[in-house]
């Protein structure tokens, strides 16, 4: 009876041990996971700031100091260029063409949005001429 006891004992004892041991490799597997995810998401990170230090550059070299800042802050401005306005807003959500004897008129719609209706409404109107900014306005 006693070995049986004794044996039983051991036997629970080498379980636990066994539990103990599953434990630490689950806690071990999960630090690694969790170190390899931070290292992606630095990776990321570091990788998204070198893209935007690279588009600084080149707008810096492409229109200058003062235009770059404004154009990297999205700013518009009377008399900037269509290129400044796409690299300062990106492509246009939707755009109209008015041409004539002796200039082109475009209109740059901004951020498409639906209605309740469903009709398409935007945010913003940029016009220019002849590939310059002459105006825009909000449209909300």
């Known amino acids: 009876e006693e070995r049986r006891r004794e044996a039983e004992k051991r036997e629970a004892a080498a379980e636990e041990e066994e539990r103990r041991r599953e434990a630490e490799k689950r806690k071990e597997e999960e630090k690694r996971r969790k170190k390899a995810s931070a290292k ?7 990788k998204r700031l070198e893209e935007k230090h690279k588009r600084r550059k080149r707008i810096i070299k492409k229109y200058g100091e003062k235009n770059a800042a404004k154009v990297l802050n999205g700013e ?15 492509s ?10 002796d200039k082109v ?3 740059y719609l901004y951020g498409k949005s639906e209605t309740d209706r469903g009709t398409t409404k935007y945010k913003t109107e940029v016009n220019l001429e002849n590939d310059l900014v002459v105006g825009w306005k909000d449209l909300e």
Request: proline share 3%; charged share 40%; net charge positive.
């Open 40 to 46: 992606k998401k630095a990776a990321a990170k570091k």
């Open 76 to 90: 518009l401005f009377i008399d900037m260029t269509k290129a400044m306005l796409i690299d300062a807003l990106g």
């Open 92 to 101: 246009p959500s939707d755009k109209k063409e008015n041409v004539s004897k």
């Open 105 to 107: 008129k475009l209109k």
